[in-house]
């Protein structure tokens, strides 16, 4: 067993440390760094409760999970749909239903979204922890699993048009955390469920001149529209459109090398990072033809019903 690194607690502006400090002393708080939150229990109790509403509002198609490997392992997503995250919840349930919990992953989460109101009394429970590689390293010491978003705000807030593009920025932390604890990366791509709402911007520019990164540690201010909110400013909670979301596991990803010296050589770092990539947009790429083609069929399939009804044909 190695040692376990000492935490470190990411700097806040003075506004978040305010929220945060009342939160904790009215309403009680979880340790975000904490793995002892999550019950199984909560986990299939979920399942249980939100797994028929997900599958009848999404009609999902899920993937690909017989490539998942045993013991510790990195899932990489790409991310979608803003804080509502829709394919997050969908994969949760079909490893639950399909796996066990234990195959379902901790999951890195953004600090704010751990701290806040609500969020803090929900996912710890269903394993969510606060992002940063002390809490991976932990993770992955017990055997288990963890799931990041590498493209974080950037890739869920990213405009509507780049729907069909895998975000991840300059951020490759990613491969470097697989690297150093030599572990295999697990992708998994999630196709349609960026449209539950349309981002007509992610706002970076609004970002830089307003410096939420001092006080809410994001680089983008999204310009969206959805239900029932119409056009905002920020990501206030919404209503996801009734649109449906393919999701595929991919094979495993071995790297040849690993460890402390893998990992800080950065010309390495990038090779990993475009291979995982390359494979990710590759797959959501097939996967968006394969929704294209599959919603087309739908709406041919109603049209004909319709026009049965109409001239009073005999269904078959």
């Known amino acids: 067993m190695r040692a376990t690194r000492p935490l470190?607690?990411?700097?806040?502006?003075?506004?978040?440390?305010?929220?945060?400090?009342?939160?904790?002393?009215?309403?009680?708080?979880?340790?975000?760094?904490?793995?002892?939150?999550?019950?199984?229990?909560?986990?299939?109790?979920?399942?249980?409760?939100?797994?028929?509403?997900?599958?009848?509002?999404?009609?999902?198609?899920?993937?690909?999970?017989?490539?998942?490997?045993?013991?510790?392992?990195?899932?990489?997503?790409?991310?979608?749909?803003?804080?509502?995250?829709?394919?997050?919840?969908?994969?949760?349930?079909?490893?639950?239903?399909?796996?066990?919990?234990?195959?379902v992953p901790y999951a890195l989460a953004h600090q704010v979204v751990m701290e806040a109101p609500f969020t803090n009394q929900l996912l710890p429970a269903m394993g969510a922890i606060a992002a940063n590689p002390e809490n991976a390293h932990r993770v992955f010491d017990a055997g288990r699993k963890v799931l990041v978003y590498p493209g974080g705000d950037l890739d869920a807030f990213r405009p509507s048009r780049d729907r069909g593009r895998v975000v991840f920025g300059p951020r490759r932390g990613y491969v470097r955390l697989a690297l150093r604890e030599g572990v295999p990366i697990i992708p998994v791509v999630s196709a349609g469920s960026h449209d539950v709402w349309w981002v007509v911007s992610d706002g970076r520019w609004l970002s830089r001149l307003l410096q939420t990164h001092r006080f809410l540690r994001t680089d983008v201010l999204p310009i969206t529209v959805s239900v029932p909110w119409g056009l905002t400013v920020g990501a206030p909670p919404f209503v996801p459109l009734p649109v449906p979301v393919f999701i595929e596991v991919l094979e495993p990803i071995h790297f040849?090398?690993?460890?402390?010296?893998?990992?800080?050589?950065?010309?390495?770092?990038?090779?990993?990072?475009?291979?995982?990539?390359?494979?990710?947009q590759g797959t959501l790429d097939r996967l968006m033809e394969e929704r294209r083609v599959s919603q087309r069929r739908r709406i041919r399939e109603r049209l004909h019903r319709a026009s049965r009804i109409l001239t009073g044909t005999p269904h078959d």
């Open 8 to 103: 470190r607690r990411p700097a806040r502006g003075v506004f978040c440390q305010v929220v945060i400090h009342f939160w904790q002393r009215f309403a009680g708080f979880h340790d975000v760094n904490s793995l002892d939150n999550r019950d199984p229990k909560v986990l299939e109790r979920f399942a249980d409760i939100a797994g028929p509403i997900l599958w009848k509002w999404f009609r999902p198609r899920v993937r690909g999970l017989d490539r998942i490997p045993d013991g510790g392992a990195l899932y990489v997503c790409n991310h979608n749909g803003g804080f509502m995250t829709p394919d997050t919840w969908i994969l949760a349930v079909a490893l639950t239903r399909e796996r066990g919990t234990d195959d």
């Open 256 to 280: 040849e090398r690993s460890g402390p010296e893998a990992a800080s050589d950065a010309t390495y770092v990038q090779e990993c990072h475009q291979r995982v990539l390359d494979a990710m």
